[in-house]
């Protein structure tokens, strides 16, 4: 066999969920169907090792020192919104509710993977969120443990600084029906109940 | 966003079964957790489409123009044992049982995808198999639709030239309990049966 396509067949494993069948058949879609797709990706990805780092302000993927976002003065920045990820940050700017900065950790606090407050780098957020801009910080970690903890984590962190904390609400969700919804989020739903 | 990772992004779909989620946990995981497997990757692919092409006799994937494979003189040079994709050949390699030389034909015929006679060069494997050599070819094709009209029409085409021409046995699997085996196999045995 080739020993260029071991090669390809074995780096394509270092993709995240790829085991060695599926990297096979990619290896073999790639060079009998689609080498200017092989040439695309080569590309890509030097390019994208080569050119992006972290915003020096909201720690997102960046080909600049500053992304795009941090540097539009149209967005309101004395709200600080903090996610895991870049996807998250996503998630929340598709709702069209939200106008702040955001600061993307890139993670998450989890002890049994060895992630902690160090790992995370949160220095860099405490020295963003205390820049004296920043008046209230909305922590939109995921609802798991690990992103629970994480929020609490933070929260402890800023509070004792002095700054307003938030947490997305829990409840619900839109369109849920509560005999299909788990105890869990109908009691939190209860106890957070608002005035209608 | 970073434009070198919306660019990376999109040319990871280019990977066959990887859809726009799958195409961006690949790039942030890269990114962020393995800039040397992106590396690694970015140079497998570039090297691969520079120097892989097809074996002029075997028609697998080989850096060289004869594979190492057709150029060992220690295997049978008058099998030659046909088969759809290197994979399959791997497969028949790992028995142990086939001593001979292969062609890869790199697919299947399949009318309803536009995959015809000349689509699988198979003028190519009529002038392999016909060198004078080649005593005995074994039809190793999928037991599919597909693969079983593509034996038949590479059989009716050697035939015609003179050549000896099998196919695999179909059967029972090893292990298998008649109980679960559809019926189609077991007509198949029942037809094919030997004496024992």
Redesign the interface.
Known sequence: ?????D??T???R????IGPK?A?????????H??E????????????????HHCAMCN????TEI??MCADDARDHAMLCIVE???DQ?MIEQTLTYKGLYFVL??RLSPLDGIGPKDLHLDKLIARAADGVVGEVVLATNFTNEGEATAHYISEMLKARGLKVSRLARGVPVGGELEYVDAGTIARAMLDRRSA
Chains 1, 2 share one sequence.
């Open positions: 066999m080739s020993k260029s396509l090669f390809l074995e780096a394509l270092r993709l995240p969920g599926s096979q058949r990619m290896a073999f879609h790639l060079l009998q689609d080498r797709g092989a040439a695309m990706l080569s590309r890509a990805l030097y390019q994208a090792v080569d050119t992006v997102t993927f960046a080909d992304c795009d990820t870049p996807a996503m890139m993670g």
